[in-house]
């Protein structure tokens, strides 16, 4: 059991048999009345987000998440299968299971696969992901204003802004939290 006071981001929890992370929260104490606690709740098994507020001081459950290492391996249509490094096992998940984190997969990289009482709920992906670019509009010269941005595909087909002068064969890095450039490689 853990206190609504010592919540942080990135807690997870477990509420209605369900698992969630704290995403963000806030201690409020009004003038009149008792203090609470607001928080933004992310479910780790669907990726739907549910704000829900509780009595400051109020007991919720801890969920204890076991990572295991894994190797993404391929993609067959709609389901994308990942290998234990340990004892080659290999789990399926389709790409609604995945959510946002497809576009960042590629061959060969090493994720974390969520377990939550010895049933698979999802994946974490590596805070920052190095791919190449494969389409982009050439910068043209003049457009130099400060943080000027085009449209840019990757290799596993996400689209993110980039500034002006990255051009294709390039390599950057992203954020996978946000989906946003970091730097060219």
Known sequence: MISTNDFRTGLTIELDGEVYTVIDFMHVKPGKGAAFVRSKLKNVRTGATVEKTFRAGEKVNRAHLDKREMQYLYRAGDQFTFMDTENYEQLNFSAEQLGEAVQFLKE???ISVLLHKGT???IELPNFVELAVVKTDPGVKGDTVSGAT?????ETGAEV???LFV????????DTRSGE???RV
């Open 108 to 110: 060969g990289m090493m």
């Open 120 to 122: 698979t709920i999802g």
């Open 150 to 154: 085009k449209r840019a595909v990757l």
């Open 161 to 163: 802004q980039v500034p």
């Open 167 to 174: 051009e294709e064969g390039d390599v950057i890095k992203i």
């Open 181 to 183: 450039y970091i730097e």
